[in-house]
């Protein structure tokens, strides 16, 4: 199966970097897109924050790093360009 290598780090919390894979996909127009499970994002939430009643904004304060030629389209999802 085929995975897109996605590094996080940083946010609020200054978290270390973490690498997840998300999973590759093709849409039904044939172009491809990957995204990570619920559970991956919620292990990256984590990562960021572990925090229950921080206001820090958890990940989406992150960098995120996805290779060239794919762009984040929303938390956890990305687009072939
Ligand atoms: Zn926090």
């Not at 270390?16 to 990256?44: F, I, N, W």
């Not at 990562?47 to 989406?60: K, R």
């Not at 960098?63 to 956890?76: K, L, N």
Request: with cysteine; hydrophobic share 35%; charged share 20%.
């Amino acid at each position: 199966m085929k995975t897109l290598k996605i590094t996080v780090e940083g946010g609020f919390h200054n978290a270390d970097e973490m690498t997840v894979y998300a999973k590759v996909r093709t849409a039904r127009d044939g172009s491809s897109y990957a995204c990570l499970s619920p559970y991956q994002a919620h292990k990256v939430e984590a990562h960021f924050c572990g925090i229950s009643d921080c206001q820090c904004g958890g990940a989406s304060r992150g960098t995120w790093a996805s290779p060239a030629g794919w762009v984040q389209d929303t938390m956890e999802r990305w687009v072939q360009r």
